[in-house]
């Protein structure tokens, strides 16, 4: 279905993608008094936000990303307070289970990063550990990474509750309308193609996910994001479900699970990855996450499945964002390639990415985010990931 309304002629800038960096950041540069256009070829979230698990946390292992956290984590916290719409958030904490010596020195080095950024988090036992999970085996666990402040919310709703408040700013917000090019004068941007017409501007807001390489081959930007499926379940009510129980991970395989209603929401990696589009469910995978599930919560294996789904990761080369205004193309901004943790930072990545359209000093300093990385030393891989 094509969109009623009539496409604007003319934008301060124009966002590309209306998921969790596209909706905030529309909201934020209109808040600014920016003349705003976002353009999403479907609906509102549907490309991987709200197909996420929904975690919220500041736990990482590289600083930018807990800063980018851990002011994301006060939105969520104030969300209904400042949007006006609830967000089911349930700060019940995350849990790393570690079972070989190497991940405990990194999750020991993890957990004092993030303490000296603000955060709160320690390393707990495997018996602290399964009174916080008591659907847990401990076996072979040998101690466990605790952050208490963070938890799971719903991204449909998170993103509602931005896209209402940038049209209140005055962001128009155009859904089942792509953006089909950039067209530029052979350096500086000068408009935004759609199959209704042009809009024209000088700035470009890349927040289209998974699918910003294409965006970037428009100005010849190289962006390196390559979409990964990932599968997520959820269970039947399982009875004596502590409501409280953590988001879980069992790390050296990355099953998770928190609560979903009166059960669980679990994933797991396929077998082997699949890298591309298709975002259809591959039944195989689930004799993977039922492997996973005896190993670690054998007490979910008589648990039935009642739905579930597949999204995609918009992977980089060492699992971290790219963010920044490119060098060549002038107007040209980038907030993509979160590699699984991007619904969790888009309130603060959506604040980085007005300060940079207006051209000053972002709230966190992500310059070590430049795309331009890749082009130098050796990237500095973002190592705590599910």
């Known amino acids: 279905m094509k969109h009623a309304r009539v496409l604007p002629a003319v934008a301060d800038v124009v966002v590309i993608g209306g998921g969790i960096m596209g909706v905030s950041a529309a909201y934020h540069l209109a808040a600014a008094g920016q003349q705003v256009v976002l353009l999403e070829k479907g609906a509102l979230g549907q490309g991987s936000t709200c197909r996420a698990a929904g975690g919220v946390r500041g736990f990482f292992s590289d600083e930018v990303n807990i800063r980018i956290g851990l002011r994301s984590l006060e939105v969520f916290e104030r969300f209904g307070d400042l949007f006006g719409t609830e967000i089911d958030l349930h700060q019940s904490g995350y849990l790393f289970l570690v079972d070989n010596v190497a991940d405990l020195e990194l999750f020991e080095r993890n957990v004092a990063a993030h303490n000296a950024a603000g955060g709160e988090s320690r390393m707990v036992s495997a018996a602290e550990a399964k009174r916080l999970s008591p659907l847990i085996d401990t076996t072979g666990i040998l101690a466990a990474a605790w952050s208490p402040r963070d938890g799971h919310c719903t991204p449909e709703s998170v993103v509602q509750g931005y896209a209402k408040a940038a049209r209140t700013a005055g962001a128009v917000l155009l859904t089942n309308c792509a953006a089909t090019g950039i067209e530029t004068d052979g350096r500086r941007i000068v408009g935004v193609a759609t199959a209704a017409g042009t809009i024209r501007t000088d700035q470009v807001v890349c927040a289209a996910g998974a699918w910003s390489g294409q965006v970037g081959t428009w100005v010849g930007v190289d962006l390196p994001v390559v979409p990964l499926r990932r599968q997520i379940a959820t269970t039947a009510p399982i009875p004596g479900l502590a409501p409280e129980t953590p988001f879980t991970i069992d790390f050296s395989t990355s099953l998770y699970f928190h609560t979903e209603g009166e ?124």
């Open 263 to 386: 059960g669980l929401l679990l994933g797991c990696p396929e077998g082997v990855d699949s890298w591309g589009f298709d975002t259809g469910r591959d039944p195989a995978w689930l004799a993977v996450l039922a492997e996973a599930v005896e190993r670690r919560v054998p007490a979910l294996a008589e648990v039935g499945l009642v739905s579930g789904w597949a999204g995609l990761y918009e992977m980089t080369p060492d699992h971290n964002a790219v963010i920044g205004r490119s060098r060549t193309v002038p107007g040209f901004v980038y907030a993509c390639g979160f590699s699984g943790h991007g619904f969790l930072m888009g309130p603060a990545v959506g604040e980085v990415v007005r300060d940079l359209c207006l051209d000053r000093e972002p709230v966190i300093d992500v310059g070590s985010l430049d795309v331009e990385r890749f082009a130098g030393a050796a990237p500095h891989p973002e190592l705590n990931i599910v």
